[in-house]
């Protein structure tokens, strides 16, 4: 049976680890590479890195964090953050990635997504979603790390992604990110509903119940956190255990 | 000295990087000769068959693959590497090595496609290669399997809704569906695997030239 994924997220800036709440206030975790290479040990199914300044100056940082990470870590990662053409794409996955993640360049040129997956393979393809709760019904799209409003629905476009070429679908929600208080399950159901491929549910991952919660109720493939592995509040080890005892099959 | 099969689009670095990590050398082959002087041969495959194959065909590799492991020297296959043994793919109608009886189908599933993440590989052949693989979890990326027309070289096999083949083995030839370089010390144990099964054939060999009259 298809194991359901538990993903650590390391947020970075001037190549050292970073988290903040609602995309601000940031603060210093530790080396990218030490803290991949830790929770590889520790039982994480694979690692995805966030390039959160995303500044084209600093992309010889990502890449030799990327080359280093490949060296020593031997679990799938994905990279992520200001990929804007297929040039980009093919220099993080020489690099020794896995896998890249794309958002603001898809919606602002959603046959980008195409043309990265028809040279690459849509296994490499991820489409990074931020989403936020309308006031009515539905949600809708942001970029620019959560501060620019878009016209799309979040649902109609993670079914566009798809139909594009996109291999999976991290889902991130605005309004849980940084809270702890749980992911947003309906904005997850609803997505993972719609769609064929996978979902990484992200954003508001306080306790390993919020995992469970979203990889059953959710209906997610994958559970995306930060702040509850970097914080050492619930290690992997811990949060798979929780999971298997409330019957989420994990490695 | 351990090939690793280039037809310039799959990612070897995370292969060679593994092989690194078990202190083991590898040489990136991209000629015919490289890969017929090889002990050992891994070939890691990803994206499309179609693309895959014209590449081997252009650089000549396809014959010097089909040789080398007629000849029995030691070869995994990951993933495409895997798929392209058979006879044809369905993803593009493409012409496959043939090494293999079968074709590779996309997988009947009413479970979610591509099949991406870990999932745990069960009756598993007895093979040098495949020791310690029953029941572990490895990290699968395809959408594709391979259906060999002959059960006996099936080495393992992998539920998703459905259960299909996962592992082939024959003799000094192995392939795997899934990714052993990025399936963490499972994956990293099944490379050690075919590292120590390629030196014993070469040491094999050897003394079976030298008994020679």
Same mark, same amino acid.
């Given at each position: ?17 970073v988290?903040g ?7 210093d975790?530790g ?5 991949a290479?830790?929770?590889?040990d ?13 500044a ?7 890449? /030799? ?9 031997f679990i ?11 040039d ?13 993640s ?5 919606v602002?040129?959603?046959a980008?997504i195409t043309e ?10 991820v489409?990074?979603i ?5 006031t009515?019904?539905g ?8 501060r ?11 079914k /566009?992604?798809?139909?594009r070429?996109a291999?999976?679908?991290l889902?991130?929600s ?5 809270t ?21 549910a ?13 990889l059953t109720?959710g209906r997610? /493939?994958?559970a995306?956190?930060?702040s ?5 509040a619930?290690?992997?080890a811990d ?12 490695r | ?10 990612n070897?670095?995370s292969?060679?990087?593994a ?8 040489v ?8 017929a ?8 495959g ?6 895959a194959m014209?590449?081997l065909?252009?650089?000549r ?5 089909i ?21 044809r793919s369905a993803?593009?109608?493409?012409t496959?090595l ?7 189908d ?6 979610k ?6 999932n745990?590989?069960d ?30 070289v099936v ?7 459905v259960?299909?083949?996962s ?11 899934f ?16 590292v120590?099964f390629?030196?014993q054939?070469?040491?094999?060999a ?5 008994s020679?009259p």
């Amino acid at each position: 049976m298809l194991l359901k994924r538990i993903i650590p997220c390391l947020d970075v800036a001037g190549g050292r680890v970073v988290k903040g709440i609602h995309f601000r206030q940031l603060r210093d975790q530790g080396d990218p590479v030490v803290m991949a290479r830790a929770y590889s040990d520790q039982g994480a199914d694979e690692l995805v890195f966030l390039d959160i300044e995303a500044a084209p100056q600093q992309r010889a940082t990502l890449v /030799d964090l990327v080359e280093r990470t490949a060296r020593s870590v031997f679990i799938p990662f994905t990279v992520g953050g200001g990929i804007r053409d297929v040039d980009e794409i093919r220099t993080l996955l020489r690099a020794g990635a896995d896998k890249v993640s794309i958002q603001t360049a898809a919606v602002q040129r959603p046959a980008f997504i195409t043309e990265a997956a028809r040279v690459y393979g849509s296994q490499c393809i991820v489409v990074a979603i931020d989403a936020k709760r309308e006031t009515d019904a539905g949600w809708r799209v942001y970029t620019h790390g959560g501060r620019q409003v878009t016209d799309l629905d979040a649902i109609g476009w993670a079914k /566009d992604a798809e139909r594009r070429g996109a291999g999976e679908i991290l889902l991130t929600s605005i309004d849980a990110d940084g809270t702890q208080n749980g992911y947003d399950l309906p904005l997850t159901r609803a997505v993972a509903n719609a769609i064929q491929i996978p979902v990484i549910a992200s954003g508001g991952a306080g306790h390993p119940k919020d995992l469970a919660a979203v990889l059953t109720e959710g209906r997610a /493939d994958a559970a995306l956190a930060a702040s509850i592995f970097h914080e050492g509040a619930f290690p992997i080890a811990d949060t798979k255990r929780y999971l298997r005892e409330h019957g989420v099959p994990v490695r | 000295m351990i090939a690793l099969v280039d037809y310039g689009a799959g990612n070897l670095r995370s292969v060679r990087n593994a092989l690194d990590t078990l202190e083991v050398e590898s040489v990136i082959a991209t000629t015919p000769q490289e890969l017929a002087g090889a002990d050992a041969i891994v070939f890691p495959g990803v994206g499309a068959a179609a693309p895959a194959m014209a590449a081997l065909r252009g650089r000549r590799m396809d014959r010097a693959l089909i040789d080398a492991i007629r000849r029995g020297t030691p070869f995994l296959g990951i993933c495409l590497g895997l798929q392209l043994l058979f006879e044809r793919s369905a993803e593009d109608g493409a012409t496959c090595l043939g090494i293999l009886s079968g074709t590779v189908d996309r997988l009947e599933t009413a479970e979610k496609l591509p099949h991406v993440g870990w999932n745990t590989v069960d009756a598993v052949a007895p093979h040098p290669v495949t020791a310690g693989l029953e029941g572990k979890a490895m990290y699968f990326t395809h959408s594709y399997v391979v259906a060999p027309q002959d059960r006996s070289v099936v080495a393992g096999q992998t539920i998703h809704g459905v259960p299909f083949v996962s592992a082939v083995a024959v003799d000094t030839l192995v392939g795997v569906q899934f990714h052993p370089e990025r399936s963490g010390s499972a994956g990293l144990g099944l490379l050690g695997n075919f590292v120590r099964f390629a030196n014993q054939e070469r040491a094999r060999a050897a003394q079976a030239d030298h008994s020679l009259p």
